[in-house]
C-alpha cells in the first residue's frame, strides 16, 4: 500500500508541474498577445496547441509506465489527462489530446494484444469525457461524472492483465479506485486553482489597461503596445503610422450640455472607431479627456492620410445627441508615420501631436499629416 501511495505522489507532483506550466504559459500568452483569444481562428490554434500539450504530457505517462513499476499508477494519469482537457479545454483540446496519446502508445511497439486492449481503455474514456462536453453543467459536476463513468473502464483495465503486470484482485482494485479517484480530486481542484487565479490577474490586467468609459484601452496600456510595435516594425522596416485625434470643441459640450453629454458624445465615438473597418492589427485607445490614439501597422503616410479623412468625414456626417453650440461634432487629427528619421516612440507621438496642433490651427475638422524630420 505504501509503495502504491508513493507511486501516486510522484505522479501527482509531476502533473501539478505540468499543470503549472501550461498555466504560466497562457498568462504570458494573455499578457503579450489578448488579441488571440478573441480571433476565432487563434482561439482555435490555441485549442489545438493545448490538447498537444497535454498529449506529450499523456505520451510522458506512457513511457514513465512502460519502464517504472507502476504502471497502473501512470495509467490512471492518462486519464485524469483526458478528463481535465474535456472539463477545462472542450473538444477540440480533447480530441488532440487523445490523437497524440495513441499515436504515442502505438509508437512504443509493445505487444499488440495490449495495444488493442490500451486503446480500447482509452476509447472508452475518451468517449464519456467527450460526451460530458455536451453537457451544460459546472465543472465540478462534470468532472465528477467523469470519475464515475470511468470506474467500469478501469474495472476493466485491472482485471485484464495489462502491460505484463499482474491482474488485480479484491482489496488492490478498491485502493487503486480510491486513490485514482482522491488523486483526481486534488488534481482537479489544483487545475481549477491555476484558471482562476489566471482569469482574476487577466480581469485585473484589463481594469488597469483599459478606459471605463469607451472599454478603449488607456494610455497605460497604449504606452506599453506603442514601445513593442514601434521596436518590431523597426526591426522589419515596415511603415507604421500614428493618429492623434481630438474631438473639436467638446469643452463648448461639457459647459452647455453637461459632463455627462460630454461622456456620452465620448462613448458614442468610440464605438463608431470600434464598429470601423480598418487594416489589420491596427490598435486604438483613449490617451485623456477628448483624445484618442490610432496605430496602424504596415500602413504608410498616403494611406494613413486617406484613412484619417474617411474617419473625419464618417464623424462629420454621424448624429451625435449633443452637439457644441458651434456647430456639429466634427474632430481634427494629426498623422504621422515612422520612417528612418524617428528613432524613439517620443519622436513619433510628438510629431503626430505637432500635425494635431497644426489641424486645430487651421480650423480644425481636418487633418494634418507631419512633414519634415523627426523631432
Known sequence: MVGIINSYIDSLAL??????????????????????????????????????????????????????????????????????????????????????????????????????????????????????????????????????LSFPAQLYYFINNFDGGHILQGFEIVEYLFL??????????????????????????????????????NMRFFTQQFAWIFNKSLKKKAPLSLFIIDIDHFKEINDFHGHQAGNTVLA????????????????????????FAVLLQNVDATQAALIADHIREEIERAKFPYTPTSGQVTISIGVATANCSFSTTESLFEAADQALYQAKQSGRNQISVHQGDAI
Open 180 to 217: 485514482s479517484f482522491a488523486t483526481g480530486l486534488l488534481v482537479f481542484y489544483a487545475c481549477n486553482y491555476i484558471d482562476k487565479s489566471n482569469l482574476v490577474i487577466q480581469t485585473l490586467t484589463e481594469t488597469a489597461m483599459t478606459d471605463s468609459l469607451t472599454n478603449l484601452p
Open 268 to 291: 458614442q465615438f468610440s464605438s463608431i472607431l470600434k464598429n470601423r473597418t480598418f487594416p489589420p492589427r491596427t490598435m486604438f485607445a483613449r490617451i485623456g479627456g477628448e483624445e
Open 15 to 148: 502533473f501539478l508541474a505540468i499543470l503549472f506550466i501550461q498555466g504560466m504559459s497562457f498568462r504570458k500568452i494573455r499578457q503579450y498577445r489578448p488579441s488571440w483569444f478573441h480571433n476565432a481562428s487563434m482561439k482555435i490554434f490555441l485549442s489545438v496547441l493545448l490538447g498537444v500539450y497535454y498529449g506529450l504530457a499523456g505520451v510522458y505517462f506512457i513511457y514513465l509506465g512502460a519502464f517504472e513499476n507502476s504502471p497502473v499508477v501512470f495509467t490512471n494519469m492518462r486519464i485524469l489527462i483526458l478528463m481535465l482537457t474535456s472539463v477545462f479545454g472542450g473538444r477540440i483540446p480533447l480530441i488532440c489530446a487523445y490523437v497524440v496519446m495513441m499515436l504515442g502508445r502505438i509508437s512504443l511497439n509493445a505487444d499488440p494484444s495490449i495495444t488493442g486492449r490500451y486503446i480500447i481503455l482509452m476509447s472508452l474514456i475518451f468517449a464519456a469525457c467527450l460526451l460530458v462536453t455536451f453537457w451544460k453543467k459546472q465543472r465540478f459536476s462534470k468532472f465528477i461524472a467523469l470519475l464515475i
